[in-house]
């Protein structure tokens, strides 16, 4: 069995970004992994070690230095990878639907049984394209998901909902997405990290693969407002005087 792993390249979460009217500025910002696609990869990896699938290939779409996420996933335990070439934005013109056609594209030159990928990226946080994925290939999906079994071809996933937690089960091919608590990815060790840089890259150039349509504008980017800071009240009267008096909560 074959697993597509989609991977996106975004601003290290740590990093206090700087925002500009056009969008985030890239310019000497430390870029890494999304988390969620992280966990997708660690979730493949598993699988492989439990001999459910035989391989897995990871794939990105971006400028020349999305190299670096792929080779973070071989140095996980991605076998192969693929990157489709763009010199667009991959935060602003590369859009959900824009990446489910091409992967969509990738997975009916290639075979794949199952795509994983993290439910969203942390940079536009769309939540769609696994969606959007499923859609267009007509094959079964189940969300957020927090446990992955795979048993004769059937996968059962535990997904996150806002009433709990719900069961569900669907014969592969299919499309998983993968939530904060499915796993805890690992360490990518240096003998991994050097075995990496020899393992297959592919290049594919994306307009051979389709071409963006730019279907959502983006009109203005703006930092969120400075919150004031927290004050230290005398005693219980005073900070109800301050919420009815200031605060207008009552």
């Known amino acids: 069995m074959k697993v597509l792993v989609a991977v996106k390249r975004v601003v290290d979460s740590g990093i206090k970004v ?19 696609c992280e966990i997708a990869v660690e979730e493949a990896v598993r699988l492989k070690e439990k001999k459910l699938i035989a391989e897995i290939v990871a794939v990105t779409i971006g400028p020349k230095q999305g190299a670096e996420s792929l ?13 489709v070439t763009t010199e667009a934005r991959i935060d602003q013109a ?15 030159r290639d075979n794949y049984n199952l ?16 969606q959007m994925l499923a859609g267009l ?15 004769d071809g059937i996968a059962q996933v535990i997904r996150e909902i806002d009433g709990g937690l719900q069961t569900v089960k669907f014969k592969l091919p299919g499309v998983i997405t ?7 990815p690992r360490f990518a060790s240096v ?18 693969l389709g071409k963006l349509h730019n279907s959502i504008q983006i009109t203005k980017t703006e930092a969120p407002a400075i919150r004031k800071g927290g004050a230290i009240v005398e005693n219980v009267d005073v900070l109800i005087q301050k919420l009815r008096n200031e605060a207008k909560l009552f």
């Open 18 to 36: 700087r925002v500009k009217p056009d969008g985030i500025d890239l310019q000497g910002v430390k870029m890494t992994i999304n988390p969620f």
């Open 71 to 83: 080779r973070h996933a071989l140095a996980l335990g991605a076998d192969k990878a693929i990157h």
């Open 94 to 108: 590369v859009q959900p639907l824009d990446v489910a056609n091409i992967l969509a594209k990738l997975v009916e």
């Open 115 to 130: 795509v994983l990928m993290g439910k969203q990226s942390i940079d536009d946080d769309f939540n769609q394209t696994g």
């Open 137 to 151: 290939l007509d094959w079964p999906q189940a969300t957020f998901a927090s446990n992955i079994q795979i048993t």
């Open 178 to 184: 993968c939530d904060l608590r499915l796993n805890q």
């Open 191 to 208: 003998p991994n990290i050097m075995k990496a840089k020899s393992k297959p890259l592919e290049t594919i150039p994306l307009d051979k």
